[in-house]
């Protein structure tokens, strides 16, 4: 089975993680000036991406993807309580003398390591068939051996004869244990000519990963670029000492009492340390069941070299299914631990060349985060963006190359310098410096580009992506500004302009061209032209169309310079095409006069009289606008536009013009007092310097004296369904006593709510004439309906008709008490049986009234109920006089009843009496009583 090398570190599944925080590494600043790379870019050598089961033929490996790994941190909370704190050197020590010369052996499941147990119950856990004990090895590969303390001498040339060319040695367990035998065995296997690495057994629940892998590289755990030196390794597998409490400390079950977010955090912070420490990530040992088990075949951990313990029950080689979460195949199989090697025999999935490879250095890495296409100015560019590390020298920034593949063909390198800071990588990977490149390479052409990105390190490349992204509208638009004049008349001055635009990306369609023009204030006003006139001559001069001039009149609103500046508009970008200067002459100022301001008034009306001229010398013969602002006495100003369009013969000969150039206008006020009149003439062109003022009058208005009158009465009237209040009183102006004026009521109600109504007291009212000596009528009587009992106040304003008075006077108030709500009163004095000519009734007496309205007679409802316990209702009236009653509440009226009911059936009746209020006031009605009596 042949593995591609670049595998080893870059497995064709790439985690989830990565590609979710490539996802964020999108921002950072821009390069430019690329310069040509001097490297060609590596070539993809032949490989194999083999399945788990057997090993396959090779192949060409995916490009691989991009993104980097997630720093610990990202990781989710575990569900359990964390690792205890690192313990003391004390506990260290004493760990060291407990685990015993040896520790604990890589392969905890295996025939070797299970059947030195103390226990039968651990003895039954192999997983390794003992019936093919060293009897065969895989036929692909290069075979490779792992030792511990256990293992302490070895015959390095009989392993080197057997075909062993690779070693690891166990350095270290936790913090408290290095192998004794470490330097012999390590340098035993390099005397030989193996390629040679350390391990280390991870315990983690003991210390933290950070805490072990810093244990791990001060004893021998480390690496060099020698090509001798395999990277080191993480032994991540079942808890040696499960269920076991050692000097106090309990070790927990086989997944070290730890969730699988905490382990997975706890590889995270030890892989980080080891990469920052030596430049590498480690290969992590472990075994798929244990791994799915505890760890939970998480994704994420694909960078990872995947070394897999699994122990077939006879020749064989298919290694067995690996942790598919991260990985789709491995790096080392350990297929037994029973021979033929010592120790435990091992597999590297590849030949010795990609062996020495693995070994020689680590490979860079990185990310091509981002292609796109930008337009800067009229040109356009091609954005890559990512980030490069060479993990051979990691501090240092080295180099990404791209190959930037054109529409046409032609293939062109760029050097792109990895040195722009990006501290999310360095957080992710565990490394210092700057690693970020970012670079506009200009293109020329529209259609589609690959850019494939590499980064370059000290012994390998490795392609980092490669992305395709259709380039349109890199032609820049053009075009020209071929007029722009002024164009005056004596009430508009425009710029008229004049040119052609072509949108190079799409000559076929008309495209836009913008106008930018600067007044002198400095405001800024765009203008969209469409470029769809036909221009022949430009079609002969290009040919690419006739249909792309454009013309546009700009209208100009002040005098001074002007800067016009026209762009081509295009579907990608857009062209400055040209920018005038242009200059715009002032024009003349009209002239006037405002000759006169008076007040004109009626009794109903008052005015502002305003009269005067204006002309324009830019051209005499038309009217022009006046406008008039008249400020009031309480400083409010107000404006009025006018026509200066009637004749005035003397300016004309005066002036020596013709037309019509007089205004007089009326301008109505309301109030008495000081009024400023100002007067303008308004300019014709918009380049006037301004519309001059003519002149400012005052015009002092006289208060008129306010009206007389008097509300003479207000009264209630009331009916059963029905209020009103009646009002009674006169107003007259003296100014014009002829003319009836209004009169408005204001009447609060017992709520305290006010409303308000218009009168005209238009009435006769003889008296008043002849009091003041007036005619015409000026008496008000209006009624005004109520809704509720109580105290009702209504008062009266007269109204001034003219707008000068200085009030409109109130001329009375007064009360009227529209009584009060309730029910009926009154009794059931009676009720008996009587028969008469043979027909037998009940007769019930009483009497009743209502308190609101107490002289009128109002309905009783009899209510009987018979023997059967039927009920029905009959309505009756108080008819009789009852003096008694109106004695004893001094009322007047009727107010007595008599009520018969026929009956023919025998039993037992009850009878019952209700009055029956009559005011609209009134809130309900009343039982008068009940009598029973039997027939």
């Not at 367990?173 to 390099?190: D, F, H, K, L, V």
């Not at 390190?457 to 992506?465: C, D, L, R, V």
């Not at 008469?836 to 009987?864: C, F, I, K, Q, R």
Request: one cysteine or more; a neutral charge.
């Amino acid at each position: 089975m042949k593995r591609n090398p670049s595998q080893s570190r870059r497995p064709a599944v790439k985690s989830l993680w990565v590609m979710l925080l490539a996802a964020s590494l999108m921002a950072s600043p821009g390069i430019t000036d690329a310069a040509l790379a001097v490297e060609p870019a590596p070539s993809p050598t032949a490989s194999a991406a083999p399945e788990a089961s057997a090993p396959t033929t090779p192949t060409t490996p995916a490009p691989p993807s991009s993104g980097v790994p997630a720093p610990a941190s990202q990781e989710p909370a575990a569900a359990t309580e964390p690792p205890a704190p690192a313990p003391s050197p004390e506990a260290q020590q004493s760990m060291a003398e407990a685990v015993g010369i040896g520790g604990a052996e890589m392969g905890q499941r295996s025939a070797r390591v299970v059947r030195s147990a103390p226990s039968e119950s651990v003895r039954k856990l192999s997983s390794e068939a003992l019936s093919s004990e060293g009897t065969w090895m895989p036929t692909f590969g290069v075979q490779g051996l792992d030792v511990s303390g256990h293992q302490p001498t070895v015959d390095w040339r009989q392993q080197w004869n057997m075909g062993a060319r690779f070693a690891y040695v166990k350095a270290t367990e936790g913090n408290y244990y290095t192998n004794p035998s470490y330097s012999s065995q390590y340098q035993g296997a390099r005397n030989v000519g193996m390629v040679r690495g350390a391990y280390h057994f991870a315990i983690p629940n003991w210390s933290s990963g950070a805490d072990q892998a810093r244990y791990f590289v001060q004893n021998g755990g480390g690496w060099s670029s020698d090509g001798y030196t395999m990277p080191p390794v993480l032994d991540f597998e079942f808890n040696p000492y499960e269920g076991r409490t050692i000097n106090g400390f309990y070790f927990g079950n086989t997944c070290y009492n730890m969730s699988a977010a905490q382990l997975q955090s706890w590889i995270r912070d030890f892989g980080n340390t080891m990469r920052s420490l030596t430049g590498r990530l480690p290969v992590i040992y472990t075994n798929t069941s244990w791994w799915n088990q505890c760890v939970g075949n998480p994704a994420g951990f694909g960078d990872y070299p995947l070394w897999m313990a699994a122990y077939p029950s006879s020749a064989t080689n298919n290694a067995g299914p690996v942790p598919t979460g991260s990985w789709s195949t491995y790096s080392i199989w350990q297929y037994s631990s029973t021979g033929p090697l010592a120790g435990d025999s091992n597999v590297w999935n590849g030949d010795y060349a990609s062996l020495r490879t693995f070994a020689g250095a680590a490979a860079p890495d990185g990310s091509f985060d981002d292609l796109s296409v930008q337009r800067v100015g009229s040109t356009s560019q091609l954005n890559v963006r990512g980030w490069a590390v060479d993990f051979a020298n990691s501090s240092a920034s080295t180099q990404a190359h791209v190959y930037v593949t054109g529409p046409d063909g032609v293939r062109t390198g760029y050097a792109l310098p990895a040195n722009i800071s990006r501290p999310d990588v360095n957080a992710a990977l565990g490394v210092t410096g700057q690693h970020g490149f970012q670079q506009g390479i200009q293109i020329q052409k529209s259609g589609t580009y690959k850019v494939c990105a590499y980064a370059i390190g000290a012994f390998s490349n490795t392609e980092i992506g490669c992305k395709s992204i259709d380039a349109k509208g890199t032609e820049p638009p053009i075009g020209s500004i071929d007029d722009a004049k002024e164009v005056r008349s004596a009430d508009k001055v425009t710029l008229s302009l004049r040119g052609w635009a072509i949108d190079g990306a799409n000559p076929a369609t008309a495209t836009e061209a913008h106008a930018y023009l600067t007044a002198p204030d400095g405001t800024r006003t765009g203008y969209v032209m469409p470029a769809n006139l036909s221009r022949p001559d430009v079609d002969q001069a290009l040919g690419m169309g006739a249909n792309h001039g454009y013309q546009r009149d700009i209208p100009v609103t002040a005098p001074g310079t002007y800067k016009l500046c026209v762009y081509a508009i295009g579907q990608y970008g857009n062209t400055e095409i040209g920018c005038r200067q242009l200059n715009f002459a002032p024009a003349a100022a009209p002239i006037g006069s405002f000759d006169d301001a008076s007040l004109i008034k009626t009794s109903t009306t008052a005015a502002l009289s305003v009269r005067g001229w204006a002309l324009d010398r830019g051209d005499s013969t038309r009217s022009i606008p006046v406008h008039v602002y008249v400020t009031s006495p309480d400083g409010t100003t107000k404006s009025y536009p006018f026509s200066a369009s009637q004749a005035r013969a003397d300016v004309n000969s005066a002036l020596g013009v013709t037309g019509s150039h007089g205004f007089a206008a009326a301008i109505p006020i309301t109030a008495p007092g000081q009024y400023k009149v100002c007067t303008y003439a308004i300019a014709l062109s918009p380049l006037a310097p301004g519309n001059p003022l003519l002149s400012c009058r005052s015009v002092d208005v006289g208060a008129v004296a306010p009206p007389t009158g008097s509300l003479d009465s207000l009264t209630v009237n009331k009916t059963t369904t029905s209020a009103s209040l009646s009002l009674a009183g006169w107003a007259v102006d003296k100014a014009d006593a002829s003319r009836s004026i209004d009169v408005h009521i204001y009447v609060t109600a017992p709520d305290g709510t006010t409303k308000g109504y218009a009168f005209n007291a238009s009435r006769p009212r003889a008296d008043v004439n002849t009091a003041f000596g007036v005619t015409g009528d000026h008496g008000f009587a209006p009624s005004i309906p109520i809704t509720s009992p109580g105290v009702y106040t209504a008062c009266a304003y007269a109204i001034a008709p003219s707008p000068l008075a200085s009030s409109n006077p109130l001329i009375g108030c007064r009360t009227a008490d529209a009584g009060k709500s309730g029910v009926p009163v009154g009794v059931l004095d009676s009720v008996a049986i009587k028969t008469a000519a043979g027909v037998t009734s009940l007769e019930a007496t009483g009497w009743t009234y209502d308190p609101d309205m107490p002289t009128l007679s109002n309905p009783v409802h009899a209510y009987v109920t018979g023997p059967d316990g039927k009920t029905t209702g009959y309505v009756f009236s108080t008819t009789v006089d009852r003096p008694d009653a109106n004695k004893a509440f001094g009322i007047t009226g009727t107010h007595g009843y008599s009520v018969n009911v026929k009956i023919t059936v025998r039993g037992t009746y009850t009878l019952c009496t209700y009055g029956i209020g009559v005011s609209p006031f009134t809130t309900g009605n009343t039982g008068l009583g009940c009598r029973t009596l039997t027939y």
